[in-house]
């Protein structure tokens, strides 16, 4: 059990899931689960100095999505990377902000 600074215990609560048609813009704690409807591709930006960026030498660049997902309620746009936006899969989000 996790304690807090003093010896108190914390208390973990339940998480409540709400559909897709509940999120409004700016609220954040959501927890929500979805299916990947579609996704495409984002092509890759190139940097206009000719070279490449400090925080990129030596690593993969990312791979950006544009995904559909969605419950049975609404769907949304979420962006996302590497092998996050697989179409079929449910994705899972805890503590999740919504933003317009």
Request: glycine share 14%; net charge positive; proline share 6%.
């Amino acid at each position: 059990m996790a304690t807090a600074k003093g010896g108190e215990k914390l208390v973990l609560r339940k998480p409540v899931f709400i559909k897709v048609d509940q999120l409004k813009p700016g609220t954040t704690g959501h927890t929500l689960t979805v299916k990947v409807v579609s996704a495409s591709p984002v092509p890759g930006r190139t940097r206009g100095g000719g070279g490449v960026p400090g925080f990129a030498v030596g690593s993969r660049p990312a791979r950006i999505t544009e995904c559909l997902v969605g419950d049975e309620t609404w769907v949304i746009v979420f962006t996302a990377r590497n092998e996050q936006g697989d179409v079929g899969f449910d994705l899972h989000f805890t503590m999740c902000d919504a933003s317009h």
